[in-house]
């Protein structure tokens, strides 16, 4: 039986939910680049997905788009299922002239854009089969070794070029994001990383996973998927709060296995004197820096 105290191996993510300057402007990255398909829009929102599943809802309204180095999102993941899924996305990018990045982490391979609002995606491909283990110096410095050996930093730059090579000489680029994308993890800036893993760990039930001051991560999850909430200190003294009417998080959404873990997450709510507001199979609440997030039964 699980720890009542620990979420359940079919915990997910669902809809993260952004703020927007302009929805129009927008979309021209989310569905124009990136390839999710439009479920449904109006002035005041519109919402995106893959293979029928909400993926992301963007919310007009914001005034000004998010700074860099903003406490708030640094990006969300929708993770893909096969490489040559990574391949086409990356086509789109090239082509679409929009600046982007592509880093190789080891445990996965990764694109990575913004919107004109400021917020922060990636594009993942996981590939922890080419992890042997993970070592951690006196000091605190994180080195991936690789199965063959070599040690990583998981912070290398991509091959772009070898990635497009799993899309053959045909010359075709699929237009649309992959049916089976999800939404893999959530990152965000932090001022007080361990502040937060007392309550995505103490209080949520997620699993810790790396917790490195010197790093600049933390992270949690499941024990099926380790990385779905990170939070990074990366920019140090440069960190600033959001300017009033800026764009970015709005809420992202945690998806349970059953009501009774939803019960369970809402007794230790309130054992934590947490404010929380339950309406049916669903409860919403904030971290202790203020990122609000929802948490559902699934298919409810």
């Known amino acids: ?20 300057t302009d929805i129009p402007s927008a979309l021209t990255v989310w569905r124009d680049t990136l390839g999710l398909a439009l479920a449904g829009e109006d002035a005041a929102q519109a919402e995106l997905g893959a293979g029928g599943r909400t993926l992301i809802v963007l919310h007009a309204g914001a005034e000004v788009a998010l700074p860099q180095k903003s406490r708030d999102l640094f990006h969300v993941a929708i993770h893909v299922t096969t490489r040559r899924d990574l391949a086409h996305t990356a086509a ?5 002239g929009l ?11 990764s694109l990575y854009v913004s919107d004109p609002s400021g917020n922060g995606i990636e594009i993942c491909f996981d590939t922890p089969e080419r992890l042997l283990r993970r070592e951690v110096s006196p ?14 930093s998981g912070l290398e730059p991509l091959n772009i070029s070898g990635l497009l090579r799993d899309l053959g000489n045909s010359g075709h680029v699929e237009p649309r994001m992959a049916q089976d994308a999800f939404i893999g993890h959530i990152h965000l800036r932090a001022r007080a990383p361990e ?48 300017p009033p009417g800026a764009a ?20 230790r709510l309130e054992a934590a004197d947490i404010q929380a507001k339950r309406d049916g199979r669903a409860i919403s609440t904030a971290d202790p820096e203020g990122n609000r997030l929802r948490l559902v039964v699934q298919g409810a």
């Open 1 to 20: 039986m699980m720890d009542e105290g620990l979420l359940s191996q079919a915990t997910r993510l669902g809809p993260v939910h952004l703020k927007v």
């Open 139 to 152: 000091s605190g410095r994180v080195s991936l070794i690789a199965v063959d050996g070599s040690a990583h």
């Open 248 to 267: 970015g998080l709005d809420h992202f959404t945690i998806e349970l296995g059953s009501a009774q873990e939803l019960g369970a997450v809402q007794r």
């Open 99 to 109: 600046r982007y990045s592509a880093q190789d982490h080891l445990i996965s391979e």
């Open 92 to 96: 789109r990018l090239k082509a679409s």
């Open 195 to 242: 502040m937060l893993m007392k309550f995505y760990l103490g209080v949520l039930g997620f699993r810790p996973h790396i917790q490195s001051r010197s790093f600049g991560m933390f992270d949690c999850g499941t024990e099926r998927r380790p990385h779905m909430v990170a939070f990074n200190i990366w920019a140090r003294d440069e960190l600033r709060e959001p």
